[in-house]
């Protein structure tokens, strides 16, 4: 349990903000301080019960230690101690679980890229199925998702598809869908049933603001063009599609999905925010040598992390030694909760682990 000192900070801290609040302060402040007091309210609800369970557990102690109680109430007490304890341990838990460092991007929305791996069009069509898993994951959670380019496979499905998922918490809840998913199955071109094994890739970025990264106009090397595809005599009339360029990375973002160059080019640049921050994060992440057991809440992208096996309507993640077998529930976006909460709960382990041993 952090110490107690700690506890009373907190809610000594959330009477400042309130106070403050409450005589008036506006703009940049006002968002800043309501933020913070929003993050603080369940955390403070959350110590102030563990501090009335605290003080039911002693007044229980102080109740067995009264030598003429009877053998019904001392029973009955040392019952009401047991549970008081235990419900205690648990309130205990669950507020170093919320004083745990959070990523500072958990709150907001992210980009989601999926593209075909190995695997020919097998990949394509693994790459399709695994973007509807998560968009129907994002209807259930009632969050928004925008397609922002896509690139679709001869024989169905996608070689890349890149959305702009928005809604609160949408990062949180998906970084770690971070990296190679395999998949087992038989296509529906073999004719001879034999089970192919092909893979795709995923990667969730958190949504990067201006204020989060300022890019140099003059790294930048933009081209124009016609878009192409379905578009009829609009297509031919106007370059509204835009490529850019970021020199010293030498990354590449292209947009064609709307009529307007201007639009283009603002999704273009926040997608390429997002991928030169992320990319940034990861270097620092391995400057600092923080190498993990697992690849929860790392964004290394380059080992296996999931495996989808059709015939057996398996699913097994790799970084957990998770097996479920409800594939066609996990597919439609109904089981994907359990994986993740898994995934949440091991990250919140080792994050516990560490606190521990500092």
């Known amino acids: 349990m952090a110490a107690n000192d700690n506890l009373d900070l907190i809610l000594r801290r959330h009477q400042e903000i309130a106070a403050r609040l409450a005589e ?24 102030k019960a563990f501090q009335a369970k605290d ?27 047991a549970a008081a304890e235990a419900e205690a341990e648990a309130m205990s838990k669950a507020i170093r679980i919320a004083l745990l460092p959070k990523d500072a991007a958990d709150e907001g929305g992210a980009i989601l890229e999926v593209r075909a791996g190995t695997g020919g069009d097998e990949a394509a069509l693994f790459a399709g199925d695994l973007f509807r898993m998560y968009a129907k994951y994002v209807e259930r959670k009632r969050w928004k998702v925008e397609i922002l380019s896509m690139s679709e496979g001869t024989a169905g499905g ?11 918490g949408v990062f949180a809840r998906l970084k770690f869908e971070s990296g190679v998913h395999r998949v087992q199955r038989v296509p529906a071109t073999e ?3 034999r089970i192919h ?10 949504i990067a603001e201006e204020a989060d990264l300022v890019i140099n106009e003059g790294d930048l090397k933009i081209d124009t063009m016609r878009s192409s595809g379905a578009g009829g005599q609009h297509v031919n009339k106007t370059e509204s599609a835009i490529r850019i360029t970021h020199l010293p990375t030498g990354f590449v973002v292209a947009m064609q999905e709307e009529r307007s160059q ?16 992320d990319a940034r994060n990861q270097k620092l992440d391995a400057d600092r040598a923080q190498e993990r057991r697992s690849q929860v809440g790392s964004g290394d992208r380059s080992q ?17 030694n998770l097996t479920l077998y409800s594939l066609d529930r996990i597919m439609e976006g109904e089981g994907l909760d359990e994986i993740i909460d898994a995934l949440t ?14």
């Open 345 to 358: 709960a091991e990250r919140q382990a080792e994050l516990l682990a560490a606190q521990a041993a500092s």
């Open 191 to 193: 004719t001879q049933g």
């Open 304 to 320: 296996r992390i999931r495996t989808y096996n059709f015939p057996q309507g398996r699913l097994t993640d790799h970084r957990i």
């Open 158 to 168: 996608f070689k890349e598809i890149v959305a702009e998922i928005s809604g609160r």
């Open 197 to 206: 094994t092909s893979a795709a890739t995923v990667a969730v970025l958190p």
């Open 55 to 81: 003080k039911e557990r002693a007044d229980l102690m102080a109740l067995l230690k009264e030598p003429d109680l009877d053998s019904d109430m001392r029973a009955m007490a040392q019952a009401e101690l």
């Open 262 to 277: 201007h639009r283009n080019r603002q999704k273009a640049m926040a997608l390429l925010r997002s991928r030169i921050l």
């Open 24 to 47: 008036g302060v506006a703009g940049a402040q006002y968002s800043a301080l309501s933020r913070e007091f929003s993050e603080l309210e369940p955390v403070v609800a959350a110590i």
